[in-house]
């Protein structure tokens, strides 16, 4: 039982002690088996009365652009309407600013069309400033430093360069210490945007901090998943984790990937009884 116990602990650490959510990550409509989570408003997924089970919404009906770019790579967002997805290559997209607005999971561009995350440059072999400072490699945003392209690390980085600017998602300029510095849970103000967590610098699609509201103190706090109620699961997490039960007074909070680790410890328990 103790060796059963400290596999499960392998498995399940590095996703519960990750320090921001990984988009790639994100639930498939067939994983959410909580109501409400199904029908939330971020939801893109579709409620079975009669099976009591969350399936696929059609590309084609899905009208808000958000919700396409969150559907994995199931559709596209292109001419304003939402569309099956069968490839990267199939996106028309002339720039990398083009392919982020039509999949975040198609962000590179050979001029013509989109492709996926392996054909990102790196940052290193960027010669031209202009398409540095506006590039997102597969390991963060990149950065002019007024002689090459690096990877941008800090948002610190951004106000020691040549250029000072603090513009960025996933900074913020302190007045107190005239730096720019990395956002925080804490300088999020509104509870509205404590739900959707702190942006970061990066890497690419693993970018944001969870984060939750104190009502009593009126202050916005770090979080981690697995501590969040069955109301803020699914939407404090940008749809990373899900309620694990159908009941609203059972279960936790749990990632989507849990799925695959559940398999391994199965198996292994099997091997070992």
Known sequence: MKFIA????ICTA???????LDFRNSCNCSELIYLNDCIA????CVWNSYTSECTETACSSIERSSHCLQSSQRCYW???KCKNFSSCESIPGKS??????ANIYC???NGINCFSTDFLQKCSDINDPDICNDYYSSKGKCMWNGQNCIILKSCADLWTNSTKSCEQSGCYFDQYSYQCRDMTCSQLELQSQCELG????GPYLNNVIPCTWDTNSGLCKNAKPSDYSVDQCYTYSARTYHWGSSKPNRGGCV???SFIFSIIIVSLMTIII
């Open 255 to 257: 990632p989507c990937e």
């Open 6 to 9: 400290f596999i499960l602990i």
């Open 14 to 20: 590095p996703v519960i002690n990750s320090l921001s």
């Open 198 to 201: 702190a942006p970061t610098i």
């Open 41 to 44: 408003d971020s939801s893109d």
């Open 107 to 109: 962000p590179a561009s």
């Open 78 to 80: 292109y001419n304003k």
């Open 96 to 101: 990398q600013s083009e392919c982020l607005q």
